[in-house]
């Protein structure tokens, strides 16, 4: 954490250049995990505004996957992003305020705008009851199909557009 606290291109001269860092939580690491709790006392410790937290929705997954991420040996592809960790919302709505980004990760949204595996209505009705504001960034993670991930993408943004318009009603 010290090379974190003391890099200049962060706070330079007392000044703040608005660069965030964010370690990015994601599988296998839960949020309650003593890598967590080490960023959040650091952030208690120092009162920065220039390190925050970058949520990966892989965390709170509900039902395995079955898509196979090239590169991966099948023990780290059972062992990291495959296997469901279920994160319960409550420990998202506790970090909140040190959440400045998230990944929104996912793996497949059907033709009836549904994900199996990422609890999205939980999600966004976390963010949206405590206020949060900050950004969310697509990452597919399914099947390599040839053009495939256009429309996943344009499926999870009718998804998001749609339960935030039903969080607004």
């Known amino acids: 954490m010290a090379s974190v606290r003391n890099r200049t291109c962060c706070t330079g001269s007392g000044r703040s250049h608005g660069i965030v860092i964010c370690p990015e939580i994601h599988a296998p690491t839960p949020i309650r995990h003593e890598v967590v709790d080490g960023y959040l006392a650091f952030l208690e410790r120092t009162g920065t505004k220039n390190f925050g937290l970058l949520i990966d929705t892989g965390i709170f997954q509900r039902a395995p996957v079955t898509a196979k991420h090239e590169g991966l040996s099948e023990e780290a592809q059972e062992a990291g992003w495959r296997r469901p960790l279920a994160v319960p919302m409550a420990d998202l709505a506790e970090i909140l305020p040190h959440v400045v980004f998230i990944q929104a990760k996912f793996f ?62």
């Open 108 to 169: 497949d949204i059907d033709a009836d705008l549904v994900d199996a595996t990422i609890p999205w209505r939980e999600i966004l009705t976390t963010l949206d009851g405590h206020g949060w504001s900050g950004w969310l960034s697509s990452e597919y993670e399914g099947d390599r199909a040839p053009y495939r991930s256009l429309e996943q993408v344009r499926r999870q943004h009718a998804l998001l557009r749609s339960i935030e318009a039903e969080l607004r009603d």
